[in-house]
């Protein structure tokens, strides 16, 4: 079993940044890959970006590549999605997910384990 908390999520202006962060339960978590997906209103879930127990692969959405980074650290448990440059297009509900096979969270958008998800808002 595993419990994620997201957090990190506000409003800022378009250009700027933000950090999510996301904390993660349970013994195992360098087994799991870790990912961050998200959803506007209206609008179906997207995968934005997931990353390796052991963070050699990483895999990120078009639309984001260039402006956002996602890290982990094994020893906090915790996953990080650096967001810059942002847009009124990055506004979004995000949620960080684990799944032992990054395969399924990137190419197949699926996960066995969803935190609760930040709200990120961002002003034209």
């Known amino acids: 079993q595993v419990q994620l908390v997201e957090s990190g999520g506000g409003l ?13 339960s349970g013994r195992t978590f360098s ?7 998200r959803q506007a209103p209206g609008k179906e879930r997207e995968f934005v970006a997931a990353i390796s127990g052991s963070g ?4 990120l959405a078009d639309s984001v590549k260039g402006r956002f980074t996602i890290s982990r650290d094994n020893a906090k448990n915790t996953v990080y999605l650096q967001m810059n440059s942002l847009k009124p297009e990055d506004t979004a509900v995000y949620y960080c997910t684990a799944d032992p096979n ?17 709200q990120v808002t961002v002003s034209s």
């Open 102 to 118: 990054i395969i399924r969270v990137a190419l197949q958008g699926r996960s066995d384990y969803w935190g609760q998800g930040t």
């Open 31 to 37: 087994s799991y890959a870790l990912g961050w997906f």
């Open 12 to 24: 800022v202006q378009a250009g700027g940044s933000l950090r999510l962060s996301c904390a993660a």
């Open 56 to 59: 050699g692969t990483i895999y």
